[in-house]
Structures are given as C-alpha cells and as structure tokens.
C-alpha cells in the first residue's frame, strides 16, 4: 500500500510539472501570436490542462483532477504568466523550447500510462490514454490558434515519442518496476525528442503512387483531354 501511494505521490508531481512546462509552451506561442495577457492565461491554461481533462474524462474515474486538485490551474497560470512576462532571445527560446516539449512528452506519457493502469485497464489503452495525455493539450492549443496540430507531422518525431514512453512505462509496471519506468521514460523522451529535433527525424508523408489497372488509366487519360494542364505536373 505504501508503495502504491508513493507511485500515486510521484505520478501527482509529474502530472503538475508536465502542467507547468506545457503552460509555458503555451505562453510562448502566445507570444508569437501576439496576443495580450488574458490570451497568454487562457492558451497556457488549455495548453496545460487540456491534455490530463481529456484522458481522465475518457477514464470515467470521477471528476479530471484538474477541476479537483486546486494545485492544477494556479500551476498552469504561472506557466503563463512566466512565459509573458520573460522574454528571451530567440535561439535561446528555440532550445528551451526543445527541452521543454520532450520534458511535457516524458512527464505526461508516463502519467498518462501509469493512471490508465491504475483504474484496472489494460495496456493498450494505457499506452493510447499516456499517448493522449502527452499530445493533447498542445493539439487543443493548436486548433483555438487555428494552426495544424504538431502531432499531425511538420515537426520531428512528436507522438512517436509519446507512445514509445508510454509503451515503456506499461512495460515497466508489467515487469513489477513503475520506478523504472518513470525514470527511462523520461530520460528516454529527452533523448529521443532531442535527437529527432537534432538530426530531423520524421515520419513519412503520404506515399506518391497510383493504382495500374485499365479503368484507373482510362480515367487519367480522359482527364488529361478535359485538363492538359494535368499532364505537366
């Protein structure tokens, strides 16, 4: 039992710390949108909070700890507040940024894996739901920003290292170690991310091919003589 608790204790102030990282996230590129401070309190706060009120609304394990536990929107609000109030350069914002984003991916994934397995599921939503904690509050942010969410490609490896952390922390509590999966999921998400930002690894884009058969060659011809234009791309 005591063990227990001091998974759940651990798990609590990685779930803040992932709050006030994305907070800050959140505040920088509020910044970049220029927008005043009520902005920057109201995308750091989705930013932060959206990622956990998602998972635990889909866990249906009683009311998102953010709406219960009065530690979570004060945290996420001075996340915000420190992204608006200090500015630093922007090669140096590039690299905190980095750090930053693989610390919200290790942090959430983890958390995210670890509460799934606590309310009795299985691994594989655990690993979806570490997944989900991890990417969708920046995803949330995203969408009210209207821009595309990260996690949908055009930056490095982004839920890749979410699900690998997750996977890894399912895999460690199977084996009888959640310890350990806390510690190489988050050392494995700062190395992962930072190594995919650094040497640009991404997932492939959708596959340039088209189908062979007769009707799929009869079709392009005729929209060749309705458009020629076609034909030159």
């Given at each position: 039992m005591a063990a227990v608790e001091a998974i759940n204790q651990v798990t609590r102030y990685l779930d803040l710390a992932g709050v006030f990282a994305c907070a800050i996230l959140g505040g920088a590129i509020a910044r970049t949108e220029r927008l005043d401070l009520f902005g920057f309190l109201v995308v750091g706060s989705v930013s932060g909070l959206g990622?956990?009120?998602?998972?635990?609304?889909?866990?249906?394990?009683?009311?998102?700890?953010?709406?219960t536990d009065y530690a979570y929107l004060p945290t996420a609000l001075a996340g915000a507040l420190l992204a608006f109030f200090i500015s630093i350069s922007e090669s140096a914002w590039d690299k905190l940024f980095t750090a930053l984003d693989?610390?919200?991916?290790?942090f959430w994934a983890v958390t995210g894996a670890q509460k799934t397995l606590a309310t009795g599921l299985g691994w594989l939503p655990a690993i979806l739901l570490g997944t989900t904690t991890a990417v969708g509050g920046g995803a949330l942010r995203d969408i009210m920003l209207r821009r595309v969410p990260a996690v949908f490609g055009g930056t490095p490896l982004y839920g890749t290292v979410a699900a690998a952390v997750a996977?890894?922390?399912?895999?460690c509590t199977y084996l009888g170690s959640p310890i350990t999966g806390i510690v190489a999921g988050i050392v494995g998400a700062l190395l992962f991310r930072v190594a995919a930002v650094r040497f640009g690894w991404n997932l492939p884009n959708g596959l340039e091919w088209q189908p062979h058969s007769r009707l799929a060659a009869a079709w392009r011809r005729r929209r060749f003589r309705r458009n020629p234009r076609e034909g030159n791309r």
């Open positions: 990622g956990g009120v998602i998972r635990d609304t889909l866990l249906q394990h009683g009311t998102p700890v953010a709406l693989a610390a919200v991916i290790g996977s890894t922390m399912v895999i």
